[in-house]
């Protein structure tokens, strides 16, 4: 008998020795680690699972019903799937919004998420609500009644609409077999640890649970950038809330209250013709390392790069060729706004 095979037959011996003393734990044991009685005698450390969720953070986004997209786009316009989502049957379109709020500030270049819903929905961080000036409410997917209005802005007309904008709660969808699990039903409450050096715990996450998700937790740019989650950080579920119950937040009394700094500061999107050519002789002449910041808040590439800038000035040249969007090419949101009216192709 070779050694080789010998050595295989001890494993394989062994193994089956070792899952036969210390079977596999049971999803029961698992759901009666969370339940309440337990929790009383256990840390938030104690409670956490080895089963961890992936993590993704929704940037800023909307959700169109027909007749808005109708009167963004065009009537019957149909719009083209740029990238399916982690939820199976969600996915990125091609095009995108403007919003505008009360400030007449915009954030330019918004999503629009598929499929198309029955009411309008825009799905905003804290940070972009300032940035518009408007405090939509922390609300789930959905429950639109009473949000805040906005205006948004598409190449063929803009809707003024009078509520749909939330900022989505923090919500963990969950996939049946988790659920059971984790011993976890729709709609229940949990908390949610992030590890790491800006690691933190989020509370109040809504559960959802359906056969047809995948578990994946659901969480704005500005809890991600807070805890320095990527798309795809793996968290896990605990019950933080055996260490003390979560009440509401509160205020320290006037006399306490420390002063804000003065912030007039804005972040919008370059779409000056004139900036934006500057900003190119500035990287061509090899002065600029360009450092792209996403959405996500994350580094994306750090390069001396030569970029062409097309501004609608620039579109008769693509008539015939079309854009081909490569990384080095910026494409002017007005100039793809005016590119997309005159039937310019954009690929890539
Ligand atoms: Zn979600």
Request: hydrophobic letters at 35%; a neutral charge; one cysteine or more.
């Amino acid at each position: 008998m070779d050694t080789e095979k010998l050595i295989k037959d001890i494993v394989k011996n062994v193994l089956q020795r070792l899952n036969s003393e210390f079977p596999k734990k049971q999803p029961e044991e698992k759901a009666l680690a969370l339940g309440p009685e337990s929790i009383k005698l256990k840390t938030a450390q104690a409670v956490a699972s080895d089963r961890k969720i992936v993590c993704s953070i929704s940037v800023k986004h909307v959700h169109l019903c027909r007749e808005h997209l109708d009167i963004l786009y065009g009537k019957d316009y149909e719009p083209a799937i740029l990238k399916e989502l982690y939820q199976p049957g969600n996915y990125a379109y091609k095009e995108t919004v403007t919003i505008v709020g009360p400030k007449l500030n915009a954030l330019q270049n918004v999503r629009i998420l598929g499929p198309l819903r029955s009411k309008s929905q825009v799905e905003l961080a804290k940070t972009d609500c300032i940035i518009l000036g408007i405090d939509a409410p922390v609300r789930p997917s959905g429950q639109l009644e009473g949000t805040t209005s906005c205006v948004l802005i598409g190449p063929k007309g803009a809707v003024y609409l009078k509520e749909g904008v939330i900022r989505a709660n923090r919500h963990l969808h969950l996939s049946q077999e988790d659920a059971d699990y984790f011993g976890i039903r729709d709609n229940d409450e949990v908390d949610v640890r992030v590890p790491g050096p800006k690691g933190l715990t989020f509370n109040n996450v809504q559960v959802r649970v359906s056969k047809d998700f995948l578990s994946e937790m659901h969480i704005d740019t500005d809890d991600g950038n807070a805890a320095d989650v990527v798309n795809g950080t793996l968290v896990e579920i605990v019950n933080a809330s055996c260490i003390a119950p979560i009440g509401p937040s509160t205020i320290a009394d006037f006399s306490r209250i420390p002063p804000s700094i003065p912030d007039n500061s804005i972040s919008v999107e370059i779409t000056d013709p004139n900036i934006l050519r500057n900003m190119n002789k500035a990287m061509e002449a090899g002065n600029v390392s360009s450092k792209v910041i996403t959405d996500t808040g994350s580094y994306t590439g750090s390069a001396k790069t030569a970029k062409t800038v097309i501004t609608v000035a620039d579109l008769d040249n693509y008539k015939v060729s079309g854009i081909n969007l490569t990384s080095d090419v910026i494409l002017s949101p007005l100039a793809r706004d005016e590119a997309l009216a005159r039937g310019i192709k954009i690929f890539g």
